[in-house]
Every structure is written in structure tokens, then in C-alpha cells.
């Protein structure tokens, strides 16, 4: 079992950038595929980016490609996602999700989830 906790988030002007940290609790991080994961306002929660166990795959939400980067460091057991040129669209709170095998885009092949983060993106 894994615990996650978020941090990172905040208020910004669109434009800005943002780094959210999520770190996990246990001693067998690097078996874990690791994903973020956001919900804007009236809306469902939807897949941002994930990262292989191995750290060698990266996946990303076809719209957001290019201004969002995941990483991960296994030795602080610690991803990250990075959000550059942020857009008032991007407001919602944002969750760090883990799972055991390879990486998903669907939320509910997730079992463990942090509390999540709120980014705010004002125009």
C-alpha cells in the first residue's frame, strides 16, 4: 500500500507556472506507475500525464502536451509535474494517483489517491 500527499499548489496568473510535488509513502515506489490526474469545476476528473515504474514511458493528455511535464525521483520517492504557461482552464484541484503494473489513463484503474492540490489560474 502507498500513501500520497500533494503540495505545490496555488494561486498564479495565467502565463505563470507551477510545480507539483506528490510524495509517497513506502518502500516500494519505483514498482509504481504514478499519474496525475485533475478536476476543474463541474466537471469530471480527467487524466494530465503518467509515468511508467521504470520511468521510461511518459504519457500525457493530448491537450495539455507540451506545457506539462511529469518526472519522478525514485531515491526521494517523489513525482512531479511541472506546468508551464498555465491558462485559466487549467484551475482545478489536482491529484497524484498510484497503481501497481503499468500505467493508465482511466482514473478507476487507480486504487490510491492523494488528498489533492488546488491550482488557480486567474487571467
Known amino acids: 500500500q502507498v500513501q500520497l500527499v500533494e503540495s505545490g499548489g496555488g494561486l498564479v496568473q495565467a502565463g505563470g507556472s507551477l510545480r507539483l510535488s506528490c510524495a509517497a509513502s513506502?518502500?516500494?515506489?519505483?514498482?509504481?506507475?504514478m499519474a496525475w490526474f485533475r478536476r476543474a469545476p463541474g466537471k469530471e476528473r480527467e487524466f494530465v500525464a503518467a509515468?511508467?515504474?521504470?520511468?521510461?514511458?511518459?504519457a500525457y493528455a493530448d491537450s495539455l502536451k507540451g506545457r506539462f511535464t511529469i518526472s519522478r525521483d525514485n531515491a526521494k520517492n517523489t513525482v512531479y509535474l511541472q506546468m508551464n504557461s498555465l491558462k485559466p482552464d487549467d484551475t482545478a484541484v489536482y491529484y497524484c494517483a498510484a497503481r501497481s503494473g503499468v500505467y493508465s489513463r482511466i482514473r478507476s484503474n487507480y486504487p490510491y489517491w492523494g488528498q489533492g492540490t488546488q491550482v488557480t489560474v486567474s487571467s
Open positions: 509515468f511508467s515504474t521504470g520511468g521510461t514511458i511518459t
Open positions: 513506502g518502500r516500494t515506489f519505483s514498482s509504481y506507475a
